[in-house]
């Protein structure tokens, strides 16, 4: 049995006297009966897609690796899975613009004051992913964002990001600025939300995760902290083998 | 239909850190309260518990312990002849939200202000002359010296388990702490925490340039503490996720940690949470409160009537209050009369990031806590002569960086793109060897006569209330003291050996989309003239006897430092003055 929670661990012995009939028992032998927790987000499994249509999930997938381009040392946007970190995102509050100010009227106003837009961020993405593929298709010699060489690509990225290429329907410079947020949150954030996978962004520049105690590293100044990250979900090392 | 909820002696708008303070004190002398909170109520064990309270995406770029700018949030312009326009999402500060208000989420750096910060005008004018003064400031004296809120500071810090050096006791100079800070009776519970690598560095490159460096005060403990309510708190742990986020090893002085486990035992104190009081209730002549009308989460409106209404909500929030409720004479810029919304400030933040060897630093970022640092105050308040210069006002500066959390702490040198191989490529380069302090330059913000609160004409909240309009822009002098700070700040850390250093000095007009503190203040200012102050030096409102108004918003205009310590200490100051004076004898405690 893998898949019981801390939670119920930790209060077992009050269900077993108040419950009567919920006691349980397991054997625990040879790693640690430890599950990613209980109360903290639900952990994004890679899978299927939750907003995106596979097409506008490979179109992301690509933008990532060129916000993030692969090396021999780190994964890229791709691989660490920033597009479902993004996917899931939008799917979720964050999408939805939830809990944010979202009353008219809606008036362009200055810098200074902040977005005014009625559009969710799942709005944005939805209409300019469309945008942009049909700026490909009709500017690009027919081809897909997807089939552009690389370097094409960040020609498009650059585009977009300095307002010179105008997208029909859909304002281009909110969509990218939008993106390479969520690109690089997802790429640093918690690998809870489905990009950072393995901590791979974390492994790359040295940050040690959730570990909440360095009160024996407070005072060696200058030393390189030598221990491997470790996340909300633990560590791979630390979770049971899926049996 | 509003139903009637029987009477009790004290109701208190928001259970954060004043009302909770004002709660246990009033509890202690027998009288029946009641806390109404907008937000929920939240405990250590299930709302930030130590499996998940480090999650930067969800406390901190999504904001899960803050108010929601759909339950209400304000507009926005910098100058009155502007349209404002909402706050849709949250920016320049984060309105808290639920039990413990600010207190959950802040960094803990407790300070104290300085004596002539409370007597700033009479000061700057005794020093420098009136003319010195910019033409348009509304600064003013706060009616309460440094000498008659000792005491209370005090009983703040020894509540809070206060880790520092002191460095001035009973008049005593003392070696480590701050030269310049008000004389205090005792030294602080706890001793300074211990700073990691970066603050260290930035101590010893300030003392070669003759500065004396000293400790951030702080609320993070350096060793376990029992307070003297008997509540017991662990030590830091130096996680590096303290602003933002609750703390989860019970380390960090909020009301959970300090006050909330003696009150809530009481059975003369009871909270509702997730109710919003709407508004505060007056008789016939508008000069008593009969008690507060809520709404709560049903939807359903309820009043509750008492003798003694305590508003204890943040900043804006207790203008809003004042203003829907008809207290005061509002705010009339042009006319420059009325008092609610008059001196609204924040705060002149600015920082500089620096780039060292990374061969030969490894500063460990991560390796934190929310008010770590050294820091000097050489050009606090009016700590250096001013003459030259051309400009009031200064703060303090420091090595104060709490965190190395990736998304929101990613220094980067100024040629870097911002994105691609040459961007992924810097933050490996960079991250360990980089300093980046958050608001390493922490300058006073003076009050003026076009920077103010009303209410908006177009925009409604959930309840349809006008939302607070908040006009807003930064003055000559507040930019003048910023470059001025910024370059002496900088200045240390090419003497700490850094390759680059990039100042990022604050610029105009202000701008609502980019973080500069929580520290909002002013607008139901304090002082000795009703026709300049909202309420007394007891924080009682000059129109509504038994009413009193806690928090930021009793501050004229702002310092160069973090304000919990002062809004605290006032607290204490104003339930003492109730305590011994006003129960006796319930009227104007300072009559004009």
Redesign the interface.
């Known amino acids: 049995m893998t898949n019981f929670r801390?939670r119920d661990l930790l209060t077992g012995t009050a269900l077993v006297l108040v419950g009567g009939t919920v006691a349980r028992a397991s054997v625990v032998s040879g790693q640690l009966p430890w599950a990613p927790?209980s109360?903290?987000?639900d952990a994004v499994q890679a899978g299927q897609w939750l907003f995106f249509t596979p097409p506008e999930a490979a179109m992301v997938e690509a933008m990532a690796d060129?916000?993030?381009?692969p090396?021999p040392q780190?994964p890229g946007g791709k691989d660490a899975g920033c597009a479902v970190f993004i996917d899931r995102q939008l799917a979720g509050?964050?999408g939805r613009a939830?809990?944010?100010?979202?009353?008219p009227?809606f008036?362009k106003?200055?810098?200074?004051?902040?977005?005014?837009s009625a559009l969710t961020p799942a709005q944005v993405y939805r209409t300019a992913l469309r945008a942009l593929d049909h700026f490909c298709r009709s500017q690009q010699g027919g081809k897909s964002w997807v089939e552009l060489s690389s370097e094409r690509q960040?020609e498009v990225?650059h585009g977009l990001?300095s307002g010179a290429i105008e997208l029909e329907g859909a304002d281009g410079k909110v969509f990218f600025k939008g993106l390479?947020t969520d690109?690089?949150?997802g790429f640093?954030?918690?690998p809870?939300?489905g990009g950072n996978r393995d901590m791979c962004?974390?492994k790359?520049?040295?940050?040690?995760?959730?570990?909440?105690?360095?009160?024996d590293?407070?005072?060696r100044?200058?030393?390189?902290?030598p221990h491997p990250p470790v996340s909300?979900a633990g560590r791979p090392d630390w979770n049971p083998k899926k049996s | 239909m509003t139903r009637k909820l029987p009477p009790k002696d004290v109701v208190i708008i928001g259970l954060g850190w004043t009302g909770s303070i004002l709660a246990n004190e009033l509890t202690d002398e027998g009288l029946d309260v009641v806390a109404i909170e907008r937000g929920p109520w939240r405990n250590t064990a299930?709302d930030f518990?130590?499996?998940?309270?480090?999650?930067?995406?969800?406390y901190h770029?999504?904001?899960e312990l803050f108010l929601?700018?759909?339950q209400t949030?304000f507009t926005?312009?910098?100058k009155m002849d502007?349209?404002?326009?909402?706050?849709?999402?949250w920016?320049a500060f984060m309105p808290p939200n639920g039990v413990g208000g600010g207190g959950v989420h802040w960094n803990a750096e407790t300070w104290r202000f300085l004596p002539s910060d409370f007597v700033l005008r009479t000061h700057l004018t005794q020093r420098y002359g009136a003319h010195f003064l910019p033409p348009d400031t509304t600064i003013q004296d706060w009616g309460v010296s440094y000498q008659e809120l000792e005491p209370h500071y005090d009983r703040f810090e020894y509540l809070c388990g206060t880790s520092g050096t002191a460095g001035n006791v009973n008049g005593q100079i003392q070696e480590g702490g701050n030269p310049f800070e008000g004389p205090r009776a005792r030294a602080y519970p706890n001793p300074a925490q211990?700073?990691?690598?970066g603050p260290?560095l930035f101590a010893k490159g300030a003392r070669e340039l003759g500065y004396k460096p000293f400790p951030q005060p702080s609320g993070n403990m350096s060793q376990a503490y029992v307070n003297p309510l008997n509540v017991r708190l662990g030590?830091c742990?130096?996680?590096?996720?303290c602003e933002w986020f609750g703390c989860?090893?019970y380390s960090k002085a909020s009301p959970q940690t300090t006050i909330l486990p003696v009150l809530v035992r009481k059975s003369n104190f009871m909270v509702r949470d997730q109710c919003e009081v709407t508004r505060i209730n007056t008789d016939a002549s508008g000069k008593r409160a009969t008690g507060v009308t809520f709404v709560d989460a049903s939807g359903q409106e309820w009043e509750q009537p008492a003798e003694l209404v305590i508003l204890s909500a943040y900043t804006i929030f207790n203008v809003q209050l004042l203003m829907l409720s008809g207290i005061g004479a509002p705010y009339d810029p042009v006319a420059n009369k009325g008092v609610i919304g008059r001196n609204f400030t924040h705060q002149t933040i600015s920082d500089v990031e620096s780039f060292f060897d990374k061969s030969k630093?490894?500063?460990?970022p991560?390796?934190a806590s929310g008010a770590i640092g050294m820091c000097i105050d050489e050009f606090n308040g009016d700590n250096f002569d001013h003459g030259p210069h051309g400009f009031i006002g200064g703060g303090y500066m420091g090595q104060v960086q709490s965190n190395?959390?990736?998304?929101g702490t990613?220094p980067l040198p100024p040629d870097t793109p911002?994105?691609?191989?040459k961007?992924?490529?810097a933050?490996?380069d960079n991250?360990?060897s980089a300093l980046k302090p958050g608001t390493g330059v922490h300058g006073s913000m003076y009050s003026y006569r076009d920077v103010y609160l009303d209410l908006d004409p177009?925009?409604?909240d959930r309840f349809s209330r006008p939302l607070m309009r908040i006009t807003m822009d930064f003055h000559e002098n507040e930019l003048k003291q910023n470059a001025f700070l910024t370059d002496r700040f900088a200045e240390i850390f090419h003497a700490m050996g850094a390759d680059q250093v990039v100042k990022k000095y604050r610029k105009g007009?202000?701008?609502?989309?980019d973080y500069q503190t929580t520290h909002l203040c002013g607008g139901a200012v304090m002082g000795a003239d009703p026709r300049t102050s909202a309420i007394n030096r007891y924080l009682q409102s000059w129109d509504v006897s038994n009413l009193f108004v806690m928090g930021a918003s009793a501050f004229p205009q702002n310092a160069g430092y973090n304000p919990t310590g002062t809004v605290a200490a006032l607290a204490y100051w104003s339930a003492a003055a109730i305590r011994t004076h006003y129960l006796k004898n319930p009227g104007p405690l300072v009559h004009v």
Request: proline share 9%; with cysteine.
């Open positions: 801390r927790d109360s903290s987000a060129r916000i993030i381009p090396d780190t509050p964050y939830e809990g944010l100010y979202n009353r009227p008036v106003g200055i810098k200074q004051q902040g977005p005014q960040d990225l990001d390479l690109v690089q949150e640093f954030a918690d809870l939300y962004a974390w790359m520049i040295g940050f040690p995760g959730a570990h909440y105690d360095y009160r590293w407070v005072m100044h200058n030393e390189r902290y909300i | 299930s518990p130590p499996n998940h309270a480090q999650d930067e995406l969800r770029i999504r904001h929601q700018p759909a949030t926005f312009r910098n502007q349209s404002a326009l909402p706050i849709r999402n920016g211990q700073q990691p690598f260290t030590p742990t130096y996680c590096g996720f989860a090893n630093f490894i500063f460990n991560f390796i190395g959390r990736p998304i990613m911002r994105w691609g191989a961007w992924k490529q933050t490996r991250y360990l177009t925009y409604r007009p202000y701008d609502i989309t």
